[in-house]
């Protein structure tokens, strides 16, 4: 760090009496001589610091050991990783009290140079650290992705802490302070709670500034033309609610993401994205003709069973409060809305039996149709 020499090999080092040092190196071959003088004045350039986005610099602080001398301090900046031609020229950092406001333009890298001077009698200045103070440019956050979850599940709540944590995670050690922001996550996974009539939706955000990030929710049915406010100053990337509240058909989500908790109010920025659509039905499927009769102990059944919106899911049927057992349509799938059923049970005996038809759709909408059969 001291000393640097353009050759690539230094062959022989020797020092006589007077503390004089002689280099000899090859490739470029060359004679160095070092001391015992020291130099009276030097400058030492810092490692780029990069920002990690577009920056406006503060103010250098730098706290030096009380050792005689002078300290001199320069910055210069630039939006390429590594200093070239378009950087801007150093400027000089007029120190008061070991600070200084920065003159480089805002850009994403900074450098800065410590140029040492010596006392007349000799001592040395000595710098122990220093710090500079930056703000990145305000960038909008973005909402990647809006998913739909499952129906009649929820969110469980969030747990509230009486005491905030002040738990701090710290950074690797290493040489430089960097605070490039970690791109943005994947969602982790999350674990929902049945919950009969509930919806819910969660969605992938991001902020390049890693602003704390606030959302608002508004929800449209597919043939509305104005949007109605579900809720608003949402703190999590994900909401439920309760969806019998709407009548059955398709919706649409907009979700609008704001860095307010981490901007001033007239700095903060917003990103809005619209979903795809998504269905809400809360009707049961509907048991139509019913019909059955009793003959020589054999017990026949036949009827239709519809739903408005879904598909249905299963049906089932119970002879005189038994267990419920499964029954499949006469097209052997269950992959229609409309279905047709037709049901033989041998032994079912002569007298008297009740037969029950429980229909299921694909959002557990439930109907149940019973028929006296003699």
């Known amino acids: 760090m001291l000393v640097k020499v353009p050759s690539t090999q230094v062959t022989s080092v020797l020092a006589n009496r007077s503390g004089m040092v002689y280099a000899a190196a090859s490739n470029i071959g060359k004679l160095y001589r070092l001391g015992p003088d020291l130099e009276t004045e030097g400058s030492y350039e810092g490692e ?13 602080r730098i706290r030096n050991e009380e050792s005689g001398g002078a300290i001199a301090v320069e910055a210069r900046s630039g939006n390429l990783d590594r200093p070239q031609r378009n950087w801007s020229p150093w400027s000089p950092v007029a120190l008061e009290a070991g600070s200084g406001r920065v003159a480089a333009p805002p850009a994403r890298f900074l450098q800065y140079k410590l140029t040492l001077k010596a006392s007349p009698d000799g001592a040395s200045p000595r710098v122990a650290s220093l710090e500079t103070a930056y703000l ?13 979850t499952p129906p009649n599940y929820r969110f469980p709540p969030r747990t509230l802490s009486i005491t905030q944590s002040k738990n701090l995670t710290l950074p690797p050690l290493s040489g430089v302070k960097r605070t490039t922001p970690m791109p943005a996550k994947p969602s982790a996974t999350q ?19 890693n602003d704390k990030l606030r959302f608002k929710v508004e929800i449209r049915g597919i043939r509305e033309s104005e949007w109605k406010l579900l809720k608003e100053e949402v703190e999590y990337n994900y909401l439920s609610w309760d969806s019998t509240a709407f009548a059955d058909g398709e919706y649409r989500l907009r979700v609008t993401a704001s860095d307010e908790p981490g901007n001033p109010p007239h700095q903060a920025l917003t990103a809005t994205l619209e979903g795809g659509p998504f269905l809400i039905d809360n009707t049961p499927p509907e048991v139509a003709g019913l019909t059955g009769e009793v003959n020589g102990g054999e017990l026949t059944a036949r009827w239709a069973v519809g739903d408005g919106h879904t598909v249905i899911k299963k049906t089932e049927y119970s002879l005189d409060g038994g267990e419920w057992t499964m029954v499949e349509p006469t097209s052997r799938l269950s992959d229609s809305r409309e279905l ?18 429980r229909v299921t759709d694909l959002f557990d909408n439930q109907s149940v149709a019973t028929l006296i059969t003699r």
Do not use: C
């Not at 780029?48 to 103010?59: I, N, T």
């Not at 047709?340 to 032994?347: P, Q, R």
């Open 340 to 357: 047709e059923y037709a049901l033989t049970i041998d032994g079912a005996g002569p007298g008297e039996h009740t037969l029950a038809i």
């Open 191 to 209: 674990t929902m709670q049945y919950e009969k009539g509930k919806i819910g939706a969660r969605w992938l955000a991001s902020d390049e500034n």
């Open 48 to 60: 780029v610091l990069d920002a990690g986005h577009f920056a406006y610099w503060g103010r250098i």
């Open 136 to 148: 990145h440019k305000n960038v909008a956050p973005v909402i990647e992705k809006i998913e739909a």
